[in-house]
């Protein structure tokens, strides 16, 4: 019989690699805690028509890569393929706005799109994302932009860059759009397919288009840039300004307009050199219109997601970041020992040391073996003679140093072995 395995597009996160998930996690929930951000979770499936109506119909997600189905009552629903939607579902449903102010919220969690697997993109992959909303002002794009920044380089993320650009209102997209599309209509027979669907349904995304005749055509193609009203130039010059004095250099990229139809003004992303052709890391910007159009007041807002896949592979690859260590292994043989050493694992563990107890049973030399391919900074030995003496041998494994103390002179003196826990592992 054929062993199941894992759905294509999917994968396990194994023990071996969790502790890099568990870094980006961390980091980014102490920063997001101390920037007055609200932690969110929202549901893996919702309604279709949320994604349809916010995302856009005639966008690639919701035309070619949402997983839908009916369920029993005969209703269409789609597991979620980005967060921006259900957290904005969900602050026009319990009425967050009402509690005035602006509202600072992120996610993370599971997000699903029907694409062609390959390194750092999944069907099934993870984001963690941000949502300021209730306010138009530039500094919150300005803050968004600046804590996604902080969060990579706390990870140790290296040769990042910003790019940034402006999409304008409502008013400056449909001029550009009739622009764009003027320019293109005679070309129309030499841009790839998917291009040559856009230009009546959504000829912005072409600029995204990847296929280098396209590309090519677009070198003299209309600047977004050139269409933005007083006002909208103005924002995008302050924001350009406040990033400047934020010592977060940017680059402008008149072609990024990303791929949902809620953006307006602001969109950007941030890449890594190290990643190749899947270089983006996080990507956002203001979606003003999308409160609304989902049925809530008229609410400015702006946020991002980074894709969690991408980052744990940079970490992998620059090894910005190693998994924790155990701090003891504890081996043992014998019934009394054995019992003791459970004792004692349970002391250190509740003391706040990571613990690990070696429970095979086998021989000292065995155990030996695993103690030291554990990471663990110090192994905690008990035999018979201990378990007698009511001691413990405490062996460096680094050092190989070793000696014998009372297993109560260890419980004691905890703040002296966290001192030596530091320098062994310095």
């Avoid at 040769?159 to 622009?179: F, K, M, V």
């Avoid at 291009?195 to 977004?224: E, F, G």
């Avoid at 990033?243 to 602001?266: C, E, F, K």
């Avoid at 950007?268 to 159009?293: K, N, P």
Wanted: with cysteine; hydrophobic share 40%; charged share 20%.
């Amino acid at each position: 019989m054929a062993s199941i395995q894992a759905i294509r597009g999917t994968r396990d996160i194994l023990p071996g690699e969790i502790g890099d998930w568990q870094t980006i996690e961390s980091v980014a929930r102490t920063i997001l805690g101390c920037a007055a951000y609200q932690e969110i979770r929202t549901p893996l499936f919702e309604q279709t028509d949320l994604f349809e109506r916010g995302i856009g119909e005639a966008t690639d997600v919701v035309g070619k890569e949402m997983y839908t189905f009916k369920d029993r009552g005969d209703r269409s629903l789609t597991l979620r393929p980005e967060g921006t939607a259900g957290v904005v579902r969900s602050y026009v449903e319990h009425g967050l706005h009402a509690q005035g102010g602006v509202q600072r919220l992120w996610y993370t969690g599971a997000m699903f799109r029907y694409e062609r697997p390959q390194a750092g993109r999944q069907r099934q992959f993870h984001q963690l994302g941000v949502e300021v909303l209730g306010s138009s002002d530039v500094r919150a794009d300005a803050e968004v932009i600046a804590i996604a920044n902080q969060i990579l380089q706390t990870i140790g993320l290296k040769n990042l860059s910003l790019q940034l650009n402006s999409i304008g209102d409502a008013s400056d997209r449909s001029n550009y759009r009739e622009a764009l599309v003027a320019y293109l209509a005679p070309f129309q027979d030499q841009l790839d397919p998917d291009s040559q669907h856009r230009l009546s349904h959504n000829p912005l995304r072409i600029l995204d288009s990847k296929d280098a005749n396209t590309q090519a055509i677009l070198d003299k193609a209309p600047s977004i840039l050139e269409y933005l009203s007083p006002d909208s130039q103005k924002r995008f010059e302050q924001i350009q300004a406040l990033l400047n004095d934020l010592g977060i250099p940017s680059t402008i990229n008149a072609r990024l307009v990303r791929g949902l139809d809620y953006y307006t003004h602001t969109v950007f992303e941030i890449q890594s050199e190290d990643l190749g052709a899947q270089a983006t890391v996080c990507a956002g910007g203001r979606y003003d219109g999308l409160v609304s159009q989902l049925g809530g007041p008229e609410t400015p807002a702006v946020g991002w997601a980074m894709g969690l896949e991408r980052l744990v592979i940079l970490l992998q690859q620059l090894q910005a970041q190693k998994l924790p260590s155990v701090d003891f292994y504890i081996v043992s043989r014998g019934e009394a020992a054995e019992a003791q050493a459970l004792k004692l694992a349970q002391a250190l563990r509740q003391s706040g040391f990571k613990t690990e107890l070696d429970l095979s049973g086998s021989a000292f030399g065995k155990q030996f073996k695993r103690a030291d391919r554990s990471g663990a900074a110090a192994c905690l030995i008990l035999g018979d003679a201990e378990a007698e003496a009511a001691t413990v041998q405490l062996k460096w494994l680094k050092s190989g140093e070793q000696s014998a103390i009372a297993q109560t002179e260890l419980l004691s003196n905890l703040d002296q072995l966290r001192q030596q826990l530091t320098h062994a592992t310095a």
